[in-house]
């Protein structure tokens, strides 16, 4: 097993070391395809346990996808319902706005009517004061003016009133569509936990011993080196930030917590047989949300045997922050995040039970105990 690791890691170097020249885009094209080949090895479709890890990964990726895009769509349901709301607001204003421009309008012509309801013609013949006269036309041409212009911004508002109406129908079209299409993806999701749990099931058969169970963890524990391993050896020409590598040391026992929840296992806690918990489960509710304890480079972001969905962010300096068994993913190969960024949601893929975030903290490949650096 380790000689096979060795090989594959030596394979990664040489690689990587003649695409030094390749721009950055390429190096983490050609990192993908040798972390796709080293997945593909740990699947080893030949062996049950192989086809069934293969099966859980496309069925927790599928709920990871589906998951991702009902969180955008409930929160453009929000915001739809909040914009439904804002034009019932403004159409019940402009319907203020109408009543009392219909109240104004029968003052004037109230007033109109109290000034005098003669036509210009008979006030010309009525043999009264030419100043008298020109006094009334002035009040009648001021009187006309008003209503007219009341007459205007009625029907303006009555458009407006109309135009609001419209959007609403279509606002409520698209809220419903929306109501529709979450309801799908949630029965899409059931149907994807249904599928998973008859895979955990067969999985529970297939390692009826423990171990059987333990040398798939052990197994596991060198696959994650190897991948620690490629990971550091393809990153390591990529161009980073000035001064960005001795950030991470300064915050040790400052960092916070990926997540709130109760810690239900720590570091060098016992696992199974003589294997030691290398970091700490933080148990939580599904679907919270998960933040980068500091600034970095996304070095991966896939699912991968054991740990489910996986997050490694790159801190510098050989320092690495591993988030797993999420629920879905908001980030991908290659992004830089900040402290406090979404990157993933609480879940429990890898084949776990319990909804938990995995958190480890490693130097140079070797795991710390995540509590020295959390405060």
Not at 66 to 77: D, F, K, P, Q
Not at 79 to 100: E, F, G, I, P, R
Not at 320 to 342: E, F, P, R, T
Not at 361 to 368: C, N, T, V
Request: proline content about 2%.
């Amino acid at each position: 097993m380790i000689i096979r690791i060795l090989c594959l890691l030596f394979g990664i170097s040489t690689i990587v070391a003649a695409a030094t020249t390749a721009t950055p885009k390429e190096q983490l094209h050609q990192l993908e395809l040798q972390i796709e080949k080293l997945q593909q090895q740990m699947h080893n479709t030949r062996t049950k346990y192989g086809l069934l890890q293969q099966q859980l990964q496309d069925s927790e990726e599928d709920i990871g996808e589906v998951a991702r895009r009902l969180e955008i769509l409930h929160g453009t349901l929000i915001d739809k319902q909040h914009s439904l709301t804002n034009l019932h607001n403004q159409q019940t204003t402009l319907q203020d706005k109408l009543v009392t421009q219909r109240s104004q309008l029968a003052q004037q012509i109230r007033s109109s009517y109290i000034i005098g309801h003669q036509n210009y013609l008979k006030l010309w013949l009525n043999q009264e004061s030419p100043f008298i006269i020109g006094r009334l036309l002035t009040y009648y041409d001021y009187f006309n003016q008003a209503r007219i212009d009341q007459i205007k911004e009625i029907n303006s508002t009555l458009q407006s009133i109309k135009n609001i109406k419209q959007t609403i129908s279509s606002e409520t079209g698209d809220l419903n569509s929306l109501v529709n299409n979450q309801h799908n993806k949630k029965n899409e999701l059931e149907v994807n936990y249904k599928k998973r749990r008859k895979i955990l099931d067969k999985l529970a058969k297939t390692l009826e011993n423990q171990d059987q169970k333990l040398n798939q963890l052990k197994d596991d524990k060198y696959q994650l080196q190897a991948l620690l391993g490629t990971l550091k050896e393809g990153f390591k020409n990529i161009p980073k930030p000035i001064g960005w590598y001795n950030s991470f040391v300064k915050l040790k026992g400052r960092l916070p917590y990926p997540i709130e929840g109760k810690v239900i296992k720590n570091f060098g806690q016992p696992s199974i047989g003589y294997l030691k918990w290398q970091g700490i489960l933080i148990k939580a509710t599904k679907g919270s949300k998960i933040r980068a304890v500091a600034w970095g480079q996304v070095v991966f972001a896939q699912w991968f045997r054991n740990l489910g969905l996986l997050v490694i962010i790159e801190h510098g300096s050989g320092y690495m922050s591993l988030y797993a068994h999420n629920q879905s993913l908001y980030i991908k190969l290659g992004d830089w995040v900040n402290a406090g960024d979404v990157i993933a949601t609480v879940g429990n893929s890898g084949g776990h039970k319990t909804s938990a975030l995995y958190f480890e903290i490693r130097h140079q490949g070797i795991p710390q105990s995540p509590k020295q650096w959390l405060r």
